[in-house]
C-alpha cells in the first residue's frame, strides 16, 4: 500500500499475544539465567514495530538478539579494562592519602571520582542505543539511519546537565531541546534528513506543574517552619510531591509532543502529535494499581503455603527446610515476578505505545515515496553498552 493516504497512523497490538510473549520471554530468560534477554527484547521489538504503521504500511525490526549478545559481551570487555584502570589509580591514590590523618575528603573524593568515571559511558550508551534501534528499522524496505556522533552526545549532555543543576531546573527544557536536536538532526529515513525546529524557550510551558510542585513544597516548609507547624510542612511536602511527580508526567508527554510538531523530514514531512496528559496519568495510575492488587494476592497466597507447610511441620522439625522444600517456593516465587513484569508490559508500556502511536499523524506523507535506501549500518556494539550499563532495559 502507498503512503498516499493521509499520513494515518495505526497501532494493532493485542494485549493477549503481549502477554504470552513477554511471559515466555521472561520464562527464557530466567531458565538460560539471563543470556536469552537479548532475544527476549528484539521478539517484543519485532512484535512492537509490525504493529504500528503508516497508511497500512508497518515498521520492521531487524535486529538479532545474536547481535546484541556480542555487542554487550564487547562492551563488557572495554568496561571491565577502563574500569580496572580506574580503579587501580584511585587505589594507589586512595593508598597515599589514607597514609596522613585529617584527608577524609580527599578519601571521599576517590569514591565519587570512581563513580563519575562511568558516566560519560552512560551518555555514550543512550546515543548509541538510539542509533541502533534506528538501524535496524524499517518502513516500507527502507532503513532508518543516524550518524556515527555518540561522543559528541555524551559531553554535551555532561554540559547540559551540570547547567541543569546548577541553575536548579531553570535549565532543563533548554537540556530538553538541545540534547534531542543534537539527535534528531544526525537522524535520517533513507536519504532524507530529520531537522528539530522551534525554540527550547517553547518549553517552559510544559514545566509550569514541575514548578508549582517545587512551590508548594519550598514554600511550605518555610511557612511551616515560621509558624512551627509539623503537620502544615508534613502536608505541603506530599502535596507537593505528588504535583511535581504529575507535573514531571506532564511535562514529559508536552515536551514530546512540542518536539515532534517541530520536527520536519527533507524539508516537506511534517508530524502532528496530539497525546494526552490525562490519559497516559490514568494508564499509568490504574495499571499501578492492578499491578500492586495482583502482586498482593499472589504474594500474599505465596505467604500463605509457606505458613501452612511451616504449621504443618513440613519446615520445622528444628533441622529447617530441606532444598526439596525450598526449590518449589522460590520456582514459584520468580513465576509470580515474571507474570507481574509481563502484566506490567500489557498495562503500561502496550497502551501508552498505542496511545502515542494514534495520536501522531504524518503529514505530506506522499513525500516518502520520493526516498531512497539508506547504506546499512553495522552499528557496532549493538546497544552493548546499554545493556552492560543497565540502561538498556526499555522496549
Given at each position: 500500500?502507498?503512503l498516499?493516504?493521509?499520513?494515518?497512523?495505526?497501532?494493532?497490538?493485542?494485549?493477549?499475544?503481549?502477554?504470552?510473549?513477554?511471559?515466555?520471554?521472561?520464562?527464557?530468560?530466567?531458565?538460560?539465567?539471563?543470556?536469552?534477554?537479548?532475544?527476549?527484547?528484539?521478539?517484543?521489538?519485532?512484535?512492537?514495530?509490525?504493529?504500528?504503521?503508516?497508511?497500512?504500511?508497518?515498521?520492521?525490526?531487524?535486529?538479532?538478539?545474536?547481535?546484541?549478545?556480542?555487542?554487550?559481551?564487547?562492551?563488557?570487555?572495554?568496561?571491565?579494562?577502563?574500569?580496572?584502570?580506574?580503579?587501580?589509580?584511585?587505589?594507589f591514590?586512595?593508598?597515599?592519602?589514607?597514609?596522613?590523618?585529617?584527608?577524609e575528603?580527599?578519601?571521599?573524593?576517590?569514591?565519587y571520582?570512581?563513580?563519575?568515571?562511568?558516566?560519560?559511558?552512560?551518555?555514550?550508551?543512550?546515543?548509541?542505543?538510539?542509533?541502533?534501534k534506528?538501524?535496524?528499522?524499517?518502513?516500507?524496505?527502507?532503513?532508518?539511519?543516524?550518524?556515527?556522533?555518540?561522543?559528541?552526545?555524551?559531553?554535551?549532555?555532561?554540559?547540559?546537565?551540570?547547567l541543569?543543576?546548577?541553575?536548579?531546573?531553570?535549565?532543563?527544557?533548554?537540556?530538553?531541546?538541545?540534547l534531542e536536536?543534537?539527535?534528531?538532526?544526525?537522524?535520517?529515513?533513507?536519504?532524507?534528513?530529520?531537522?528539530?525546529?522551534?525554540?527550547?524557550?517553547?518549553?517552559?510551558?510544559?514545566?509550569?506543574?514541575?514548578?508549582?510542585?517545587?512551590?508548594?513544597?519550598?514554600?511550605?516548609?518555610?511557612?511551616?517552619?515560621?509558624?512551627?507547624?509539623?503537620?502544615?510542612?508534613?502536608?505541603?511536602?506530599?502535596?507537593?510531591?505528588?504535583?511535581?511527580?504529575?507535573?514531571?508526567?506532564?511535562?514529559?508527554?508536552?515536551?514530546y509532543?512540542?518536539?515532534?510538531?517541530?520536527?520536519?523530514?527533507?524539508?516537506?514531512?511534517?508530524f502532528?502529535?496530539?497525546?494526552?496528559?490525562?490519559?497516559?496519568?490514568?494508564?499509568?495510575?490504574?495499571?499501578?494499581?492492578?499491578?500492586?492488587?495482583?502482586a498482593?494476592?499472589?504474594?500474599?497466597?505465596?505467604?500463605?503455603?509457606?505458613?501452612?507447610?511451616?504449621?504443618?511441620?513440613?519446615?520445622?522439625?528444628?533441622?529447617?527446610?530441606?532444598?526439596?522444600?525450598?526449590?518449589?517456593?522460590?520456582?514459584?516465587?520468580?513465576?509470580?515476578?515474571?507474570g507481574?513484569?509481563?502484566?506490567?508490559?500489557?498495562?503500561?508500556?502496550?497502551?501508552?505505545?498505542?496511545?502515542?502511536?494514534?495520536?501522531?499523524?504524518?503529514?505530506?506523507?506522499?513525500?516518502?515515496?520520493?526516498?531512497?535506501?539508506?547504506?546499512?549500518?553495522?552499528?557496532?556494539?549493538?546497544?552493548?553498552?546499554?545493556?552492560?550499563?543497565?540502561?538498556?532495559?526499555?522496549?
Amino acid at each position: 500500500m502507498s503512503l498516499n493516504s493521509g499520513g494515518i497512523v495505526r497501532y494493532s497490538g493485542q494485549s493477549g499475544p503481549i502477554f504470552k510473549l513477554a511471559f515466555v520471554t521472561g520464562l527464557l530468560t530466567l531458565i538460560t539465567a539471563g543470556i536469552y534477554r537479548f532475544w527476549a527484547k528484539t521478539r517484543m521489538r519485532k512484535y512492537i514495530w509490525s504493529s504500528v504503521s503508516i497508511d497500512g504500511d508497518a515498521f520492521e525490526y531487524t535486529g538479532t538478539g545474536l547481535e546484541k549478545l556480542l555487542g554487550f559481551l564487547i562492551a563488557i570487555v572495554f568496561l571491565a579494562v577502563y574500569l580496572a584502570g580506574v580503579q587501580l589509580i584511585l587505589t594507589f591514590l586512595g593508598l597515599g592519602v589514607m597514609m596522613q590523618p585529617g584527608n577524609e575528603l580527599a578519601i571521599i573524593a576517590s569514591v565519587y571520582i570512581s563513580f563519575f568515571a562511568i558516566v560519560p559511558f552512560l551518555l555514550f550508551a543512550v546515543y548509541r542505543a538510539r542509533r541502533y534501534k534506528l538501524a535496524r528499522t524499517r518502513l516500507r524496505g527502507i532503513r532508518f539511519g543516524m550518524d556515527n556522533a555518540a561522543w559528541g552526545y555524551a559531553w554535551r549532555a555532561i554540559g547540559h546537565y551540570l547547567l541543569t543543576g546548577i541553575t536548579l531546573g531553570a535549565l532543563l527544557p533548554r537540556q530538553t531541546f538541545y540534547l534531542e536536536k543534537y539527535m534528531t538532526d544526525r537522524s535520517y529515513y533513507g536519504d532524507a534528513k530529520f531537522e528539530q525546529g522551534g525554540r527550547w524557550q517553547g518549553l517552559y510551558a510544559a514545566l509550569k506543574h514541575v514548578l508549582i510542585g517545587l512551590a508548594i513544597m519550598i514554600l511550605g516548609a518555610i511557612v511551616g517552619g515560621v509558624m512551627n507547624a509539623e503537620a502544615l510542612i508534613g502536608i505541603a511536602v506530599f502535596v507537593g510531591y505528588f504535583w511535581f511527580m504529575i507535573g514531571f508526567v506532564y511535562y514529559r508527554v508536552h515536551a514530546y509532543a512540542y518536539l515532534a510538531n517541530h520536527k520536519t523530514l527533507d524539508g516537506q514531512v511534517t508530524f502532528t502529535a496530539t497525546p494526552s496528559t490525562a490519559e497516559i496519568i490514568k494508564i499509568v495510575l490504574v495499571g499501578g494499581i492492578v499491578l500492586g492488587v495482583v502482586a498482593a494476592i499472589a504474594f500474599g497466597v505465596l505467604g500463605g503455603v509457606v505458613y501452612g507447610m511451616a504449621a504443618s511441620g513440613g519446615m520445622g522439625m528444628g533441622m529447617g527446610p530441606n532444598i526439596a522444600q525450598i526449590v518449589p517456593i522460590v520456582i514459584l516465587y520468580l513465576l509470580i515476578l515474571i507474570g507481574l513484569g509481563a502484566l506490567g508490559v500489557v498495562m503500561i508500556t502496550h497502551p501508552i505505545i498505542g496511545h502515542l502511536a494514534t495520536n501522531l499523524k504524518v503529514n505530506n506523507a506522499e513525500a516518502l515515496g520520493a526516498v531512497r535506501q539508506r547504506a546499512y549500518d553495522k552499528g557496532a556494539d549493538a546497544e552493548g553498552f546499554a545493556d552492560a550499563l543497565d540502561i538498556g532495559g526499555a522496549i
